[in-house]
């Protein structure tokens, strides 16, 4: 009986696979010389022993887009060691280099030197339009052979990439598929609609190839500087009375602007308690979408990577105490937001500075991610507050005491982590440069740490003269190479 | 058959004892209605529920328990050792700072025959106690008998926001063992109070330190609290630290690291102060004093003092030694941290936007996980604001409660349980300034402003006042305030 069912089931089985694997077609000959599988070895920075290092390695898709020019998603190639490239799905690996990358957009254009890996190869085109009418199909190279997956269109929402806040306009896709969102392209009529880059229970999110065109073509022109954001926050008008109280006269449309930063203000003369009409002709309406012709309702934050770049500038119609007016509001870049808790460097290394012990980090987003996946409940609340609160010109970073390595020296500071440091030997604290200026130019027998007002420990002392005797002891007693690491990047 | 005999047994156990004068005959059982408000609608009650606890004749034909097992109590019912009667009575005084209340009864004939209980010292470690109480699992009296595992300060859970000193035993200690005595050699040597999930064979009860300052505190008539002297004490145990205070390099000496918002203690105090002796005793370089054998926090002798009483102090100041009287206070700046008892909630509703203080209590109606689920800014509000910028602190944070539906706020969809920030452009200090913000309105819209990012709403005035009754009519709300 069990045996019976047992067989019943396998054989269903392998009808849905037979159902969801398409059969080789002309079509699918064309898609194999398209494809192509990137082997990326990358270092991997652990945030809270921020010192070592670990090798990962991932493997992706890319499809050839152009002469040379491989695209495929950022997602795990920052901090990347050695990129091979492997085209139809069998054979040989060629090292290839990037050409251009983009994070924020979640975009990298890889290319490989060697002419010889191009013969064969033929680029695939990027669908122009949304019009979701046919068959959709995932693809990826598995064992040889080019796997393809029927996928179903949910819907466009509008979200933001892992490394970037930045809104953009992205492709949700149901599909009975393991192990993508690693720049998996979906097709339909030949055409690539999008590249698949993570994946959550069953719903597959991919960036829609319009989004992926509008960059790739502005890097051509040469005009893309970046996704820019809206850095002001608006609130919905769903409540007549506020849009009756801003005078607004008509029907209710429009959302409040209900904070806005002092330089963008100055700037575009947007203000709060202005009611946004409409942006770049778009109307608004009170929930706060507009009606896109290519993906539908969207929210209004997609209008600031919709075909428009940071620097590009956003035509905003307002009312303002009853009156209609028209505002060139210029975008910022959305790596340029000041935020307490940045994301770190891309491809940097994590900042640490060691002082006896005493483990000394910046305050970023992948020092919280460290936390685990429920990160915003797990990591301590003080820390995760940051998020919420704005820097200022006296204090633009954070900071952290993120834990203590015991040696005699901090005796009695063991137990000490997760604080917020403001002071040291007098002097203000935001970013560890400060922290190691402080300590150089204190001619004081002692090192005085002030931290941050609260239930925690707010202060400690170290002995100055012992330093450099309890930095060597700790470094060779935790393994540890350096007693610092700073941001290339910075000076 | 096997039954019955099980019960003969019982009883016949029972019939020899009722000869002999043991504490149990003083041992009181304890029936409490209960029924605690709703903290987002603070008008209403929850359900009834009935619990039960112990306590135990003392001194003045009174009763002691513990504050939980009375608090919110409706209706108190007390029965005594193998009499079915019950008896009614009231609570004389409680504190739920250290969980502990005194009650009276009514009828006077119920003290009839039973013995005060006398109190012993603190119990030796590894000594034996025995408890005394009504606990869950059957209907009369339990005995447990344990060893007394450790004596250290723990966080007494009732209030939620304090730690005193406890004693820690194996002896099994069960709902409803609750306010009942622990004994050794016919004294009570504590008042069983709480448990601790996820350890096993660990009860803790309230030693006679804490036990005999409470009756102290009630002499005069009131009870003002537990006392502390407002500092916060760090162990000071690194040697570079000890040198730059010019401290000896010895095991005596905590540091003040920060000072709580209190007078006496701001005057008294500064960072880098290090108290060397409180009172009688030295204190050890990881803050805790040897008291009665134990070490135990510091913090121990200031809340052994009686409110205003002062202590002799020695500190440790710019490289000397010097003699200061230090004063112990009651503190009640953190209130709304704790958990509250037996004063009902505030709140003021208008046109169906309830008005709230923020407290423990109230972030305590988002479930559980209130630390998950409530926003973030009411948490930094009522945990971290007043520490770390006192300047911008409220002395009483509201909170927008909730919102009882009506066509006139219907399409408020901006703010429910967030922090006001002004509302008629009046910055919201209190609960006061909510109910003077609407009722000094004279525009045609209220304005209401919420905290972080001045998210903000409007109502229309003329149809929020027309609405104003009928509302409280249809939710069943007595009164629009209770200030």
């Known amino acids: 009986m069990k045996i019976t069912i047992r067989f019943l089931t396998m054989a269903i089985l392998t009808l849905v696979c037979t159902g969801g694997m398409a059969a080789v077609s002309p079509a699918n000959r064309t898609l194999e010389r398209s494809i192509v599988t990137l082997d990326v070895t990358r270092k991997l920075h652990d945030f809270f022993l921020p010192w070592s290092k670990q090798v990962k390695t991932v493997l992706k898709s890319g499809i050839v887009v152009g002469p040379q020019e491989i695209l495929t998603t950022a997602d795990g190639l920052e901090n990347r060691t050695l990129i091979r490239l492997q085209k139809g799905g069998r054979g040989s690996w060629w090292n290839a280099e990037i050409k251009w990358i983009d994070y924020p957009a979640n975009l990298a254009i890889v290319t490989v030197a060697d002419g010889k890996f191009w013969s064969g190869l033929q680029p695939v085109k990027l669908a122009d339009s949304m019009n979701l009418s046919g068959e959709l199909q995932i693809y990826r190279w598995r064992s040889g052979n080019l796997e393809a997956r029927k996928a179903e269109f949910n819907r466009f ?26 720049s998996e392209p979906v097709l339909m009529g030949g055409k690539v609609i999008g590249l698949i880059y993570s994946r959550t229970e069953k719903v597959c999110a991919a960036l829609p190839s319009p989004f992926i065109r509008s960059i790739l073509d502005a890097r ?272 | 058959m096997l039954r019955n005999l099980f019960y003969l047994i019982l009883l016949s156990a029972l019939a020899t004892d009722v000869l002999s004068a043991e504490p149990q005959r003083s041992v009181i059982q304890i029936i409490t209605s209960t029924q605690e408000p709703d903290w987002d609608s603070p008008w209403r009650f929850d359900a009834v529920r009935r619990s039960g606890g112990t306590g135990f004749v003392i001194k003045g034909k009174k009763i002691m328990t513990n504050a939980h097992v009375v608090s919110w109590a409706r209706q108190i019912l007390v029965r005594r050792y193998q009499d079915p009667r019950p008896y009614v009575a009231r609570v004389l005084f409680v504190a739920h700072d250290c969980d502990l209340a005194v009650l009276e009864v009514e009828d006077a004939r119920f003290f009839d025959g039973l013995e005060a209980l006398e109190f012993g010292d603190l119990p030796q470690v590894r000594s034996t106690v025995v408890t005394y109480g009504y606990p869950a699992g059957g209907e009369q009296i339990s005995y447990t008998r344990g060893v007394v595992s450790r004596i250290e300060v723990q966080p007494y859970a009732h209030a939620g926001n304090r730690s005193s000193l406890a004693v820690q035993t194996d002896a099994a200690i069960n709902p409803g063992n609750s306010g009942g005595p622990v004994v050794q050699d016919d004294l009570v040597v504590g008042v069983a109070f709480q448990g601790m999930q996820g350890l096993e064979n660990t009860g803790f009860f309230i030693p006679p330190p804490v036990i005999q300052r409470f009756l102290k505190d ?93 202590l002799p102090a020695k500190l440790w100041r710019d490289g ?103 509302i008629n452009g009046i910055r919201i200090d209190s609960l006061a300034d909510v109910a003077r913000a609407f009722e000094s309105g004279t525009n045609t819209h209220d304005v209401i402003e919420f905290l972080p990012n001045h998210a903000f709403e409007t109502l229309d005035r003329t149809a929020a006042g027309v609405a104003n009754a009928e509302i409280l009519k249809t939710y069943s709300i007595p009164k629009d305030r209770r200030l």
């Open chain 2, 218 to 310: 009630i002499e005069d008539g009131t009870y003002d609290g537990l006392t502390m002297t407002g500092i916060r004490l760090v162990p000071l145990q690194n040697p570079a630290y000890r040198i730059f205070l010019k401290l000896p390099d010895n095991s005596l000496g905590a540091r003040v690291d920060s000072l709580l918002p209190i007078p006496t203690a701001q005057k008294a105090f500064r960072k880098d102060d290090v108290l060397l002796k409180v009172g009688q005793y030295e204190v050890g370089s990881d803050g805790t004093v040897l008291y009665d054998g134990n070490r135990v926090s510091a913090a121990v002798v200031f809340q052994m003092a009686q409110q205003g009483e002062s």
């Open chain 1, 157 to 182: 929402t509008v979200g933001s990439g892992e490394k970037s806040d930045a809104a953009r306009v992205q492709l949700e896709l149901g599909a009975e598929i393991d192990q993508v969102g690693f």
């Open chain 1, 220 to 491: 051509r022109r040469g005009t893309y500087q970046g996704l820019g954001y809206f850095d002001f926050t608006w609130q919905p008008a769903e409540n007549p009375d506020t849009l009756a109280f801003l005078k607004l006269p008509g029907d209710p449309r429009g959302v409040v602007v209900i904070d806005v930063p002092k330089q963008s203000e100055a700037q575009s003369g947007l203000k709060v308690r202005d009611v946004i009409l409409q942006i770049d002709g778009f109307d608004i309406d009170i929930q706060g979408d507009y009606l896109d012709p290519q993906y539908g309702h969207l929210i209004l934050e997609n209008l600031s990577t919709r075909n428009k770049w940071a620097g590009d500038t956003v035509r905003l119609r307002i009312s303002r105490e009853g009156r209609e007016q028209e505002i060139s509001y210029r975008m910022p870049k959305a790596e340029d937001a000041a935020k307490f808790v940045p994301e770190a460097e891309f491809d940097g290394e994590p900042e640490y500075l060691i002082v006896g012990g005493l483990v000394f980090q910046p305050l970023s987003k992948n020092y919280l991610r460290r936390w685990g996946q429920d990160w915003k409940r797990v990591a301590p609340f003080r820390l995760t507050y940051f998020q919420y609160e704005n820097p200022s010109d006296e204090r633009p970073a954070v900071v952290i005491l993120s834990q203590v390595l015991p040696d005699v020296y901090n005796v009695g500071y063991q137990d000490a982590r997760t604080l917020v440091l403001e002071r040291v030997n007098g002097q203000p604290v935001s970013r560890l440069e400060d922290l190691e200026k402080a300590l150089k130019n204190s001619t004081n027998d002692f090192h005085v740490f002030d931290f941050q007002n609260g239930d925690t420990l707010q202060r400690v002392v170290l002995d100055a003269k012992e330093l450099e005797a309890a930095n060597s002891r700790v470094l060779q007693r935790y393994g540890i190479e350096n007693i610092h690491a700073f941001s290339a990047a910075k000076e």
């Open chain 2, 320 to 422: 000397k030694e010097i003699d200061m009287p230090v004063s112990s206070v009651v503190y009640e700046g953190d209130r709304l941290v704790g958990n509250q008892y037996d004063s009902l909630p505030r709140y003021f509703v208008y046109a169906g936007l309830v008005f709230t203080p923020l407290s423990m209590d109230y972030l305590k109606t988002f479930g559980r996980n209130w630390r998950d689920s409530a926003n973030t800014e009411l948490i930094y509000e009522l945990f971290y604001r007043r520490a770390e910028s006192p300047e911008t602190a409220r002395s009483e944070p509201v909170v927008l409660a909730s919102v009882l539906v009506h066509p006139v706020n219907a399409n408020l969809k901006n703010a429910s349980r967030s922090l006001v920030d002004k």
